[in-house]
C-alpha cells in the first residue's frame, strides 16, 4: 500500500506549529509534514497529558528541521512567542476522549474551549498566515439518515462534541471578527499506529491479542465510519495549503461499521475466536450513528490511499508488531481508568481472560 501522495503546495509555508502534536493524529502529521515539505520547519508543542508520547514522534526526533516544546496551550505567556516564530498554526490539541468528559467535564472545557482560545489570541497577535483547527464529526451530533454536509446545523450531545463545537464557534468568530484565516477540518474516527488504547479500536486489537474481552458497548450498533491517520493528515495538509479561511471541511472514509462489525475485521486479522466480543452497559447519550460527506473536501483533490481493508490491516499489524509501544501504557494508570470503565481489572499483561459466560 502506497503512502498518501504530497500534497500539492500552492503557498509557502517555512515553519508549521502543531499543537497537540504529541498525541496520535497530531504527530501523524507532524511525522508525514517533514517528508511532505522538506524545506519546511515544524514546531511540535504538547502538554504530555497522559495521551502525549514522545515516542510517536521518535522517527522524527533527529530530523534537524523538527523541534518539540512542551508547553500547555492555555498558558498564553509560554505559547505565545512560539506562534509567533511560526507561519502557520495547525491545532490538534484536545481532550478527546467522550467517556473521559463525561467523567470530568471541567477539564474537556478548559483545554478544549479556553485553550482554543488562547492559540487563537496569540495567533491574531502574531498576524498568523494560516490557521486550521482540528475538530471532529462528532460536532454533528446523531446523524439517522444520510450524510451531513459542512452546512449542516451542530448538535452535539457530549461534554466532549460540546467543546469542540464551541472552539470552532470561537474559531470563526476570529474570522469574522478580526479576518483570522481560520479554517477547520471535522474528521471521523481515524484509526491507525500510536492511537492510545482506551479507543476502541487499539483497545480491542491490544485486548484480543491478550485473549482478554473486548468490551463492546450496548449490543454494538453504534455506526462510524473508520478513517486511516495518514490519510487524515493528507486531508488536514491539503486545507492547510488550499482551503479557504472562514470554510469547514470533512475528512470522512465513507466505509460505515457498526462496533460488532469492527470486532470482526479485528478478530478474523488475528485469528482469535469471536467470543472474546462481550457486551457492556451502554454509555449514556451515546450517539448511534455518524456520517458526514466529503465532497468539498475531494474538491480540493483529496484522495484516500487506504481503503477499508488496507487500513484494518495497517492498523490491526502495527498493533500486533509494536507491543514494546503499548504494553507498557496499558500497565500504567491506564489500568485503573480500565477499571473504572468498565468494573473490572485487565489482566496481566500476556494472561489470558476467561470471556464474559465462558466461565
Given at each position: ?120 489570541r496569540a495567533a491574531r497577535a502574531a498576524d ?112 492547510l495549503h488550499h482551503g479557504t479561511p472562514g ?110 459466560g465462558k466461565a
Amino acid at each position: 500500500m502506497s503512502a498518501p501522495a504530497e500534497p500539492e503546495k500552492s503557498r509557502t509555508l517555512s515553519h508549521v506549529l502543531v499543537t497537540g502534536g504529541a498525541g496520535f493524529i497530531g504527530s501523524a502529521f507532524a511525522r508525514n509534514f517533514v517528508v511532505w515539505h522538506p524545506n519546511a520547519r515544524v514546531t511540535v508543542v504538547d502538554k504530555l497529558t497522559y495521551a502525549g508520547n514522545l515516542n510517536n514522534l521518535a522517527p522524527i526526533w533527529e530530523n534537524p528541521r523538527f523541534r518539540f516544546v512542551q508547553a500547555d496551550i492555555c498558558d498564553f505567556e509560554s505559547i505565545a512567542p512560539l506562534v509567533a516564530q511560526a507561519d502557520a498554526v495547525v491545532n490538534f490539541a484536545a481532550e478527546s476522549h467522550v467517556d473521559r468528559s463525561l467523567n470530568d467535564p471541567d477539564v474537556f472545557v478548559r483545554t478544549n474551549v479556553l485553550g482554543t482560545n488562547t492559540l487563537l489570541r496569540a495567533a491574531r497577535a502574531a498576524d498568523i498566515a494560516r490557521f486550521v483547527h482540528i475538530s471532529t464529526d462528532e460536532v454533528y451530533g446523531h446523524v439517522a439518515t444520510g450524510a451531513a454536509a459542512e452546512d449542516a446545523p451542530l448538535k452535539p450531545r457530549n461534554p466532549y462534541s460540546a467543546s469542540k463545537a464551541g472552539a470552532e464557534l470561537l474559531a470563526f468568530s476570529y474570522f469574522t471578527n478580526f479576518g483570522l484565516p481560520v479554517m477547520v477540518t471535522r474528521g471521523s474516527n481515524t484509526i491507525g499506529p500510536y492511537q492510545y488504547p482506551e479507543k476502541a479500536t487499539p483497545l480491542f486489537v491490544t485486548n484480543a491479542i491478550d485473549n482478554l474481552p473486548m468490551p463492546i458497548y450496548g449490543r454494538g450498533t453504534a455506526i462510524r465510519d473508520y478513517l486511516y491517520v495518514d490519510d487524515h493528515a493528507a486531508a488536514i495538509d491539503l486545507v492547510l495549503h488550499h482551503g479557504t479561511p472562514g470554510e469547514a471541511y470533512n475528512v470522512g472514509s465513507e466505509d460505515a461499521l457498526n462496533t460488532v462489525d469492527l470486532a470482526h475485521h479485528i478478530l478474523s486479522r488475528l485469528g482469535k475466536p469471536e467470543e472474546l466480543m462481550t457486551h457492556v452497559t451502554d454509555r449514556p447519550g451515546h450517539d448511534l450513528r455518524y456520517a458526514i460527506d466529503s465532497t468539498k473536501l475531494r474538491g480540493l483533490g483529496w484522495k484516500r490511499a487506504y481503503d477499508l481493508p488496507a487500513t484494518m490491516d495497517a492498523t490491526v499489524g502495527w498493533y500486533a508488531r509494536n507491543e514494546a509501544w503499548w504494553r507498557p501504557i496499558k500497565a500504567g494508570a491506564f489500568r485503573e481508568y480500565y477499571k473504572q470503565q468498565y468494573g473490572k481489572e485487565l489482566a496481566p499483561s500476556g494472561t489470558p481472560a476467561t470471556p464474559a459466560g465462558k466461565a
